[in-house]
């Protein structure tokens, strides 16, 4: 399913870090499109170095696609998964794209304060900071909980131990047939 893009936000974003713009420039009348299955956006840069709405039936000079996986680690801020996301076509206009992307920051405190005034909205934002802290954190500890609990509780994964001594194990063993393999030699002459 084709989608418009939402060109006032993605330009809003543009306007705050001007360098994006710039980066676009050179590759006005590009088109792009991102797949992220079922949707796709296709989106044309502009003479000023802004984002258009480009028509269905023109050919991309690049195509994004984003696996749900993959966009979900976007969201969470894994910048690692920029190395992961396959990009076919032009490739100076994919590094722009990607480059943007990953760089790219809306400043909503800058945006909340022309609404709510400057210390309101600098507190609002502190607190979302917090809350995401708080959150984050929590994921994290729950994540270990259950990693103690699945590794001391409930064996259903190895402990770190208990890998580096089935290694040292394997280690031991194939030396001891190396050795076993050398005396059968030496005997068999």
């Known amino acids: 399913m084709r989608i418009p893009i939402l060109a006032g936000p993605v330009n809003h974003l543009l306007r705050a870090n001007s360098w994006a713009r710039e980066r676009l420039l050179p590759h006005a009348g590009r088109v792009a499109r991102i797949d992220n299955a079922p949707f796709s956006v296709m989106m044309m840069v502009t003479a000023d170095g802004a984002?258009?709405?480009a028509a269905a039936d023109v050919v991309p000079d690049v195509v994004v696609r984003l696996s749900a996986g993959l966009m979900l680690r976007?969201?969470?801020g894994d910048a690692s998964v920029w190395?992961?996301?396959p990009v076919e076509g032009n490739p100076e206009f994919a590094a722009a794209i990607s480059h943007i992307a990953r760089h790219a920051r809306w400043d909503i405190e800058e945006d909340l304060s022309r609404m709510v005034g400057?210390?309101?909205a600098h507190r609002m934002?502190?607190?979302g900071r917090k809350i995401g802290t708080w959150s984050?954190?929590?994921a994290d500890n729950l994540a270990r909980s259950f990693a103690e609990y699945w590794t001391e509780e409930r064996p259903l994964i190895a402990s770190r131990g208990e890998i580096e001594q089935f290694v040292r194990e394997v280690d031991a063993?194939?030396?001891d047939l190396a050795r076993l393999e050398k005396r059968i030699e030496l005997r068999e002459r």
């Open 83 to 85: 190395h992961e996301v």
């Open 74 to 76: 976007l969201m969470a």
């Open 118 to 120: 400057d210390v309101a």
């Open 136 to 138: 984050r954190q929590g």
């Open 51 to 53: 984002i258009a709405d």
């Open 173 to 175: 063993l194939r030396d």
């Open 125 to 127: 934002v502190e607190t």
